[in-house]
Structure formats: structure tokens, C-alpha cells
């Protein structure tokens, strides 16, 4: 099974609750399964939570659209804008 974040071979370390196998990047030291059952691990969640705030949606109608929950909503929003370069000359004069 290979990582998610760096590409390198996973090995078996243990299993879920639910009984899917939970696999271990010896490179990155990162944990991860095959496939999720929910929704918020979508590698396009982040895009889709940016594009409705984009267009004024409210963080109880994101969650419900996304099929996610609002406080995995608000938590990805605080996540993406502390990684907004907030230093003067950034473009925001």
C-alpha cells in the first residue's frame, strides 16, 4: 500500500473499529487507510469549503451540502487561514 502523503510502501499496523486494515509510512511516520468512509477525508474538501465561503455560504449549510460535520468545517477554515500571508506587502494594502 503506498502513503498518501509520500509515496513510499505502507505497512499493516492494525485495524479500525469498523475492521478496515490501517497501514504505517515508515518514511513520513504517517498512519492511513485504503479508503475512508467519510466524506471530510476527500482530498477536495478544502476546495469545495473554499469555493462556498467564497459564494457566501454559511458553515451549517457547508456541512450539510459536504456531508461533513460544521466543526470539521469551521476547524478546515482556521486551518486554511492561518496559511494566508498575513505580512505587509502581501497585497492586501
Do not use: W
Not at 9 to 30: D, E, H, I, M
Not at 71 to 79: F, G, L, S
Amino acid at each position: 500500500m503506498k502513503c498518501t502523503k509520500c509515496n513510499a510502501t505502507g505497512v499493516k499496523n492494525g485495524k479500525q473499529a469498523n475492521g478496515k486494515q490501517r497501514y504505517f509510512c515508515k518514511l513520513c511516520r504517517s498512519s492511513f487507510q485504503r479508503r475512508y468512509s467519510s466524506f471530510a477525508y476527500d482530498k477536495k474538501t478544502n476546495a469545495k469549503i473554499h469555493a462556498l465561503l467564497k459564494e457566501s455560504v454559511g458553515i451549517r449549510a457547508i456541512g450539510r451540502l459536504l456531508k461533513i460535520s460544521k466543526t470539521t468545517v469551521i476547524n478546515r477554515i482556521k486551518r486554511m487561514a492561518s496559511k494566508i500571508d498575513k505580512s505587509p506587502g502581501a497585497g492586501y494594502d
